[in-house]
C-alpha cells in the first residue's frame, strides 16, 4: 500500500525566498507530524495535527514557520523568508490514533538547502 | 521535559557479529512507549522495535531484541547475527502517551548512533 509521500525529495532556493513542502499521509490517519533533521543531529519536533483538533505548535522554531493540514488529509509546511540555518531535512510522519498505541510511519523526507 | 541519550555516535561491527546500542532517557512520566528507528541512506525512517513501559517483556523483533531497564532508564537495542543490511543510522525515541487521544503524540529522538557492518 502506500506509505507517507512527500514533496518535493529535494529543494534549493536563495536565501530570503519562501519555500513550501508538501506532505500527503497515509490514507486513514488521522495524525499527521513534521520533523526536521539537520545534518549530523537527531530529529527536531516541529508541528502536529490531530483530526479536528488544534495543532501543537510548541516545536516551531520562529514565526517563519507554519504549516496547515486540510479537510484532513495533506499538510503543507511554509517557511517565510529562508535563512541558511533553515537547511534541513524535513520529516514527515503519519500514525492511527485510538486504542493500543500505534507507531508513527515516516516519508522520505524532503532535503531543503538554503543557499 | 523528556531528554533521550545515545553515548555513542557511531559503532562498526563485522558482519554476523552482535552489537548492542545504548539508549539512556530522563522522565518523570510513569507510563511511555520507547522506540528504536533504523534510518538508511535512502532517508526513510523505519521502526525497528517498540516497548511499552508498563510491560517488564523485553520487546524482540526477529534478530532485533531489546534490554529495558525501568528503574535505570535505560533502553539498549541487541541486534544478533548482523548483516550488512543492518548499515545505518539508529535513533532511540521516547513518547508519552497523550492522555486523552492515545498515541497522538511528539517522538522525542536521541542524537542517533551510526552503525557499519563490515563484510
Known amino acids: 500500500g502506500a506509505g507517507v509521500s512527500q514533496s518535493p525529495s529535494n529543494k534549493v532556493t536563495e536565501k530570503g525566498k519562501d519555500v513550501e513542502l508538501r506532505c500527503d499521509p497515509i490514507s486513514g490517519h488521522t495524525a499527521l507530524y513534521w520533523y526536521r533533521q539537520s545534518l549530523g543531529q537527531g530529529l527536531e519536533f516541529l508541528i502536529y495535527?490531530?483530526?479536528?483538533?488544534?495543532?501543537?505548535k510548541s516545536g516551531l522554531p520562529s514565526d517563519r514557520f507554519s504549516a496547515e493540514r486540510t479537510g484532513g488529509s495533506v499538510s503543507t509546511l511554509t517557511i517565510q523568508r529562508t535563512q541558511q540555518e533553515d537547511s534541513a531535512v524535513y520529516l514527515c510522519?503519519?500514525?492511527?490514533?485510538?486504542?493500543?498505541?500505534?507507531?508513527?510511519?515516516f516519508g522520505d523526507g524532503t532535503r531543503l538547502s538554503i543557499l | 521535559a523528556q531528554t533521550v541519550t545515545q553515548s555513542q555516535p557511531e559503532m562498526s561491527v563485522q558482519e554476523a557479529e552482535t552489537v548492542t546500542l545504548s539508549c539512556t532517557y530522563d522522565t518523570s512520566e510513569n507510563n511511555y512507549y520507547l522506540f528504536w528507528y533504523k534510518q538508511p541512506p535512502s532517508r526513510q525512517m523505519i521502526l525497528v522495535i517498540r516497548?511499552?513501559?508498563?510491560?517488564?517483556q523485553n520487546a524482540t523483533e526477529n534478530r532485533f531484541s531489546v534490554n529495558f531497564q525501568k528503574a535505570a532508564k535505560s533502553f539498549s537495542l541487541k541486534i544478533s547475527d548482523s548483516q550488512l543490511g543492518d548499515t545505518a543510522m539508529y535513533f532511540c525515541a521516547f513518547m508519552k502517551p497523550d492522555d486523552l487521544i492515545q498515541g497522538a503524540q511528539k517522538l522525542v529522538f536521541g542524537q542517533g548512533t551510526r552503525l557499519t557492518i563490515n563484510p
Open positions: 516497548q511499552e513501559a508498563y510491560k517488564q
Open positions: 495535527f490531530q483530526g479536528n483538533s488544534a495543532p501543537d
Open positions: 510522519a503519519s500514525s492511527i490514533v485510538g486504542g493500543q498505541n500505534q507507531p508513527q510511519h
